[in-house]
């Protein structure tokens, strides 16, 4: 199917798509994309959904689900805790999964071990539960992290560590590098030194230099990677980078199966990893008499009671659906999509000239992905209520997501809240919520809390970009969805209060 085939496209959206593949003639490239959305997300089209929130979570196609059921329906698994015939088949099956996560991310051979977790928060819990935090070691993250990251920190503190961010620039929402290195050089090399950070942002798409590794590594410093919004749309080679840990959620990478996570450890980290209980599953020898247990070495040490041992299987099927499709050419199309949908946005225009989008973050596609944070805003300078568009924007079959995305450093610091910002939101009570701090941010400073955030990922094409970008035009001069007696001035970045 062609592009201009795409169910509902008009004369105008065919002129822009022409007008983008003259831009853009990468893009042809991956039409291989377009064929495999009619035939295997089919759904997407007859529904007329316009899905815009690959970083929540990809979607799956349906051959991934049918390939699933049939291996299951065609033998007998059982728990894999047994030796028996239908046990040890399950066996087989998460070791095979287990072997092909290691391959698709290219871990040499013994370098890493891939512990199957519930998700990317699972991955990062045992990090922050099991890492071997001590006084006079410490915990660095930077400010754009996603709250999975930022929750280790409680860890880290009541092991006596101590805890610093590494602040971002703005605007761009990078990390301020010479900050970092600060901050880096500060470590104690006798103490374990934990460094984190993602290698895409949730918030903003910006990718994060994984040459901060290596530098990192240099100056005595464990390095834990939360790859979850990296890997859907981007290649990680653990032959080119050595993270002693990788967190990653599958869903995100091709949509089924939910419930299946990763956290690949460096085997040279394993020591510096220290459970703190052992359960059915991770133990090799457990006595209740002699109140004794030896823990099962590598994965098999974290992975606590039953796998969720029929889905992962499926992790399997999904990287070979990825690999079929071929990351380079996910790439490819969402880079070439997230710079037009940049320059759409930045070009719009309010009846008095304004402008109307506000973007967080990178304006421009260099290291930075297909993740894009913004706010409108009315001819007055008022905020158009991010809650209210994202209703509006559901009624005409569009998935995007508001709010502050689980990152509220990247948030805080893209709308330059302070931290007696913060405070007050604090001690409004016990109650707060995001939706309560934007009120009190309105009353207190003006300043907004929280965005509009659009993501494109494996299935992405022009029309959805295009009927987003129609969408938004659409909201052009609607003082009506406004909030707040504060104004915002686009063009200049400053917040004003009205009548002064
Ligand atoms: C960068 C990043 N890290 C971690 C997570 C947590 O993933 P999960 O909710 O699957 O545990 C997310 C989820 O959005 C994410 O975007």
Avoid at 30 to 44: E, G, N, P, V, W
Wanted: with cysteine; aromatic share 8%; hydrophobic share 40%.
């Amino acid at each position: 199917m062609s592009l201009s085939e795409v169910p509902a496209s008009s004369a105008a959206e065919d002129a822009a798509l022409a007008e983008f593949l003259l831009k853009y003639p990468d893009y042809e490239r991956t039409r291989r994309i377009d064929a495999l959305r009619a035939s295997d997300y089919s759904r997407l089209d007859a529904l007329g959904q316009v899905y815009l929130d690959y970083t929540g979570g990809s979607l799956h196609g349906e051959s991934q689900v049918r390939q699933h059921g049939d291996l299951l329906n065609q033998q007998v698994f059982s728990n894999p805790h047994s030796s028996n015939a239908t046990s040890a088949a399950t066996t087989d099956l998460v070791e095979r999964a287990r072997q092909y996560v290691l391959r698709y991310f290219n871990a040499p051979a013994g370098d890493y071990v891939a512990v199957f977790t519930v998700n990317a928060t699972g991955a990062l819990k045992h990090v922050g539960e099991s890492y071997s935090f001590a006084e006079g070691g410490r915990y660095v993250l930077t400010v754009d992290n996603h709250n999975s990251v930022n929750g280790i920190r409680e860890f880290a503190q009541a092991r006596g560590a101590r805890v610093d961010y590494a602040p971002l620039t703005v605007p761009d929402l990078r990390i301020d590098l010479p900050r970092l290195d600060a901050l880096l050089d500060e470590a104690d090399r006798s103490k374990p030194n934990l460094f984190a950070f993602p290698a895409q942002s949730n918030f903003s798409g910006v990718k994060h230099p994984l040459e901060l590794i290596e530098r990192a590594h240099a100056k005595g410093w464990d390095v834990l990677l939360d790859a979850a919004a990296f890997v859907p749309t981007n290649r990680l080679d653990l032959t080119a980078v050595h993270p002693e840990f990788v967190s990653i959620s599958f869903y995100k990478m091709f949509g089924y199966p939910t419930g299946v996570g990763c956290l690949l450890i460096r085997s040279s980290a394993l020591p510096r990893l220290v459970r703190p209980w052992f359960a059915g599953g991770t133990v090799d020898f457990a006595t209740v008499g002699g109140r004794g247990h030896v823990l099962s070495p590598r994965e098999a040490g974290f992975e606590d009671g039953t796998l969720n041992y029929l889905s992962i299987p499926a992790v399997e099927i999904g990287l070979r659906h990825l690999e079929s499709i071929g990351i380079d050419t996910i790439q490819t199309r969402v880079g070439c999509l997230t710079g037009w949908l940049l320059e759409q946005l930045l070009a719009l225009q309010l009846s008095n000239g304004h402008h109307m989008a506000r973007i967080y973050g990178p304006v421009t596609t260099t290291m930075r992905g297909g993740t894009i944070a913004l706010n409108l805003y009315d001819p007055g300078g008022h905020l158009l209520d991010y809650r209210r568009v994202e209703e509006l924007a559901s009624l005409q079959g569009i998935s995007l997501r508001t709010g502050c995305f689980c990152n509220p450093g990247a948030g805080e610091t893209a709308e330059g809240l302070t931290e007696e910002d913060m405070r007050a939101g604090l001690a409004a009570g016990a109650d707060i919520t995001l939706s309560r701090f934007r009120e009190v941010m309105q009353h207190r400073s003006g300043k907004s809390a929280g965005a509009i955030r659009v993501s494109l990922g494996l299935m992405s094409n022009f029309a959805d970009a295009y009927r987003f970008v129609a969408f938004v035009e659409g909201l052009r001069d609607q003082a009506r969805l406004a909030i707040g007696d504060v104004t915002f001035d686009v063009d200049s970045c400053r917040v004003m209060r009205e009548g002064s």
